[in-house]
């Protein structure tokens, strides 16, 4: 039972462009939504939260967007730059519950 | 300041066997989770421990188990090795449950 969706796993985006990275739950009691980024031979990294009683939060370059009627949320970078290439991982938890993570997307941004 | 070590980094043992994982959290964190990250898919909760108590367990059988000690490190034991074990393991830490988590770089285990 996949509770947390990736259902893109790649995506190839040319530099300075933007990067739109989706994810799908089906949880809707999930109050909140993270999105890790990993490098090969490193853990993930944080990059950044959204509680459900938001629909926007904004940090630099990344914006993560909730849509809760639609149970979607997505990642926006931009613009892209090469060392954003890694897999990102959408990961969502209720209350201080574990973190279920997605499959990940792997973004490759290319010159 | 050093963040989440774990040791050792890659590790192969054969099915049957016996393996012990551990984790150093981040100076300051009380709370240590286990995660398993199979090849193509994200990380599965296995643990969460605070205080030296388990706090939350996912869907893995008894041959897993894990502890925390006085001093916020963490053991991750898994007993009868099974091909299906080959896998990333890793160690996340936090100043409590609901806060943050920070990963370490994982230990790779390999089963033949």
């Known amino acids: 039972d996949q509770q947390v969706k990736q259902n893109s796993p790649s995506l190839s985006v040319q530099e300075g462009r933007i990067s739109i990275l989706n994810c799908d739950y089906t949880?809707?009691?999930?109050?909140?939504f993270l999105w890790y980024k990993k490098y090969p031979a490193e853990g993930p990294t944080f990059l950044i939260s959204?509680?459900?009683?938001?629909d926007k939060n904004e940090d630099g370059r990344f914006t993560v967007f909730l849509n809760k009627s639609a149970k979607h949320l997505s990642l926006h970078i931009v613009p892209s730059q090469p060392g954003d290439s890694a897999v990102y991982f959408c990961a969502a938890r209720r209350n201080t519950d574990k973190l279920i993570f997605g499959t990940g997307t792997r973004l490759q941004v290319f010159p | 300041d050093a963040g989440v070590t774990q040791s050792p980094t890659h590790l192969i043992k054969t099915r049957g066997q016996h393996v012990t994982l551990r984790c150093s959290p981040i100076s300051g964190h009380k709370s240590v989770s286990w995660y398993q990250q199979v090849l193509g898919q994200g990380p599965q909760f296995i643990f969460q421990y605070y205080e030296k108590e388990e706090r939350g367990r996912g869907n893995f059988p008894d041959r897993f188990s894990a502890r925390q000690f006085p001093n916020y490190s963490s053991e991750l034991n898994v007993n009868a090795l099974l091909l299906g074990d080959s896998a990333l393991y890793l160690c996340?830490?936090?100043?409590?449950?609901?806060?943050?988590?920070?990963f370490g770089p994982g230990t790779r285990l390999t089963v033949l």
């Open positions: 949880n809707s009691m999930f109050d909140y």
């Open positions: 959204i509680s459900s009683i938001k």
């Open positions: 996340a830490s936090s100043f409590g449950p609901p806060d943050e988590q920070f």
